[in-house]
Nanobody, 127 residues
Framework: QVQLVESGGGSVQAGGSLRLSCVASTYIYNWRYTCMAWFRQAPGKEREGVASVSSDGRTNYADSVKGRLSISQDNAKKTLYLQMNSLKPEDTGMYYC???????????????????WGQGTQVTVSS
């Protein structure tokens, strides 16, 4: 089973930094091919993909976060991270991690195979 638990959110001023963590179930790390990703959902808006990393190390970022957010993972700790720097008010939202096993990251964050959605962690950036 794909199970994920997010943490690390908080309230910061614009320009500040946060690091989100996502602890994953051992099940995910038993697969050779995996994709792990961060998503966010702002009030009144659809959920959007923010960043993803395949098990071969390839990463992908939404244009709106390139150069400011960085995705990484520590397989030994079974944890996915999202380092968030130079935060902007438009980064405000609930952040979720999700995973796909058995394949590298697809080209579309709307892929229905993403699963393991947790409760999310709230990020609020004030101007």
């Amino acid at each position: 089973q794909v199970q994920l638990v997010e943490s690390g959110g908080g309230s910061v001023q614009a320009g500040g930094s946060l690091r989100l963590s996502c602890v994953a179930s051992t099940y995910i790390y038993n697969w050779r091919y995996t994709c792990m990703a961060w998503f966010r959902q702002a009030p009144g808006k659809e959920r959007e993909g923010v960043a993803s990393v395949s098990s071969d190390g390839r990463t992908n970022y939404a244009d709106s976060v390139k150069g400011r957010l960085s995705i990484s993972q520590d397989n030994a700790k079974k944890t996915l991270y999202l380092q968030m720097n130079s935060l902007k008010p438009e980064d405000t939202g609930m952040y979720y991690c999700a995973a796909i096993v058995g394949t590298y990251c697809p080209g579309d964050y709307r892929d229905s195979r993403f699963g393991g959605w947790g409760q999310g962690t709230q990020v609020t950036v004030s101007s």
